[in-house]
């Protein structure tokens, strides 16, 4: 049995195509717990009348909060050992929750399982999204998920499907000052529970440029910059060692505004710009990257986005000797 959440807010435009997508299911055994946030746009009239025609449908409505309370009014409602998460405005292929509650079936038991995804409308997708969409869809093993996962979030919020006791174990979702999917998704892997996706494309991701990924300051790099150092925090893979950043960029230098005040030490920042070597961000030096050679004392964390970045990263990292997740991680 899986329960289906979906979350709505003045969604009328959108609604009624997401619940026949996942009214048609192959799956069947599911409900779709769906709570109207206080919309004030007509949803809640398509909701109740799609409860009206199918049981399955189930709806609870409560004055506009949000939609992490939202989602908590969900998960209050909900009794299955499975949950799917769903957007109301994304189209969910007719085999996703088939070929997601099998994957989570699976002998390694992933306490969280994506789908690959498709973006659209065309004219929405710029250059950063097809990138994330690409890499997304190209993470294919738990073991990829699981180390590139301070990258970007690793699977698309609304593909989530995961196991209830997992979600319960870790806290489920909760305020804070960025992602409430990436920090779920960030306390699973503390809780040493598993990733995994399936690569199939059985989610249509719809852009919307009122979405709160584009309008909520949660969702902008500092909240997920945020997210990440949280993560490692409390991880504390640090230790009492110090800090190197590789790239001064913007992110390497809230990084490092970040490390400081709380009272640690930024070593270096290790960088390929000429304009930058040789000088100092914050009190940092800037050492080049071609000279520098990775002190095995310290804590390193890669701040660049580009990928070939990160190859150059890991391959002088591991050169030494040091190990991803125990002495460096990629964090962009």
Request: include cysteine.
């Amino acid at each position: 049995m899986v329960d289906v959440w979906l979350p709505v807010y003045n969604a009328r435009t959108t609604l009624a195509t997401t619940l026949d997508s996942l009214l048609r299911q192959s799956y069947s055994a599911f409900r779709i717990i769906a709570v109207d946030d206080g919309s004030t746009d007509g949803s809640s009239d398509i909701l109740a009348a799609f409860a009206k025609r199918d049981s399955r449908v189930v709806v609870e409505s409560c004055e506009h909060c949000g939609l992490v309370p939202a989602l908590q009014a969900c998960a209050a409602r909900s009794e299955a050992p499975f949950v799917a998460r769903a957007d109301a405005d994304d189209i969910y292929l007719r085999h996703r929750l088939a070929m997601q509650i099998a994957r989570a079936q699976a002998t390694d038991a992933p306490a969280l399982v994506g789908t690959g995804v498709r973006q659209f409308p065309q004219k929405l997708i710029g250059a950063g999204m097809r990138l994330y969409t690409a890499w997304v869809n190209n993470l294919a093993s738990p073991e990829a998920h699981r180390r590139d996962r301070l990258i970007e979030c690793p699977i698309v919020h609304s593909t989530f499907f995961f196991r209830r006791e997992a979600y319960d174990a870790v806290g489920g979702y909760r305020e804070t000052s960025g992602p409430e999917d990436f920090d779920l998704l960030l306390r699973f892997v503390e809780a040493g529970e598993q990733l995994a996706s399936v690569p199939d494309i059985l989610t249509l991701w719809r852009l919307d440029e009122q979405s709160l990924q584009r309008t909520d300051p949660r969702y902008a790099a500092e909240g997920f910059l945020q997210t990440k150092l949280d993560h490692l925090q409390r991880l504390g893979l640090q230790g009492d060692r110090d800090l190197v950043i590789w790239g001064q960029t913007h992110a390497g230098k809230w990084l490092a505004r970040e490390i400081q005040g709380s009272g640690r030490t930024v070593a270096c920042f290790v960088d390929l710009d000429s304009r930058k070597i040789g000088r100092h961000a914050y009190g940092i030096p800037v050492v080049d990257a071609r000279a520098y050679v990775p002190d095995v004392g310290r804590f390193h964390i890669n701040m660049v986005r580009h990928a070939d970045a990160r190859v150059f990263f890991r391959n002088a990292l591991t050169a030494v000797g040091l190990v991803e997740w125990e002495d460096f991680v990629v964090m962009q």
